[in-house]
T-cell receptor, first 114, second 112 residues
Framework: SQTIHQWPATLVQPVGSPLSLECTVEGTSNPNLYWYRQAAGRGLQLLFYSVGIGQISSEVPQNLSASRPQDRQFILSSKKLLLSDSGFYLC?????????????FGPGTRLTVL | KNQVEQSPQSLIILEGKNCTLQCNYTVSPFSNLRWYKQDTGRGPVSLTIMTFSENTKSNGRYTATLDADTKQSSLHITASQLSDSASYICVVSGEYGNKLVFGAGTILRVKS
């Protein structure tokens, strides 16, 4: 069966510090991978998605970047965190099931920037 | 603009009661509509997915309906349990499922 891991689960970082969040998927090959951010009281916002190794699409201009060094590894990074980067970050992977594309979410990382 | 609006924003019900959550969308073209359950501090988990041709789908005590003409969906929860307390998110896909438009969610609290 497929599983998706994210770490760390929680993170408190000072403004201006770097960031690296990791997501790995097990039990599937060549998945589409996604990074979302969820702010309190708001819907999930798609940040990045990847259809293959080294292929990253950015949805919104921001202080963050993403990389996919391996087929089942997706990394979210920042060189200098801003207060506005605080939020709940979710990684997801997807597979085509019949006529639709099912997405499965990881457990999330709660990031607080102070 | 592609949007998904959910109502109510939050809801408190007694254990054992039924409730219905609403979702209106303006996403076009429409591919499918999903309802997710998200426990506090966890990732969303899929409850149902409906395509254009489906107008109802059930998953245990959860029943989702879809009216593609009026662009409305509802999620009905029967005989609520304390474990149903969570945020319920309506998500609409307009482009082969890769790009999803998320509603802000309805926070449901079931109390004994």
């Amino acid at each position: 069966s497929q599983t998706i891991h994210q770490w760390p689960a929680t993170l408190v970082q000072p403004v201006g510090s770097p960031l690296s969040l990791e997501c790995t998927v097990e039990g599937t090959s060549n998945p589409n991978l996604y990074w979302y951010r969820q702010a309190a009281g708001r819907g999930l916002q798609l940040l990045f998605y990847s259809v293959g190794i080294g292929q990253i699409s950015s949805e919104v201009p921001q202080n963050l970047s993403a990389s996919r060094p391996q087929d089942r590894q997706f990394i979210l990074s920042s060189k200098k965190l801003l207060l506005s980067d605080s939020g709940f970050y979710l990684c997801a992977w997807s597979v085509q099931l019949g006529s639709y594309n099912e997405q499965f979410f990881g457990p999330g990382t709660r990031l607080t920037v102070l | 603009k592609n949007q998904v609006e959910q109502s109510p924003q939050s809801l408190i019900i007694l254990e054992g009661k039924n409730c219905t959550l609403q979702c209106n969308y303006t996403v076009s073209p429409f591919s499918n509509l999903r309802w997710y359950k998200q426990d506090t501090g966890r990732g969303p988990v899929s409850l149902t997915i409906m395509t254009f041709s489906e107008n109802t789908k059930s998953n245990g005590r959860y029943t989702a309906t879809l009216d593609a003409d009026t662009k409305q969906s509802s999620l009905h929860i029967t005989a609520s349990q304390l474990s149903d307390s969570a945020s319920y998110i309506c998500v609409v896909s307009g482009e082969y499922g890769n790009k999803l438009v998320f509603g802000a969610g309805t926070i449901l609290r079931v109390k004994s």
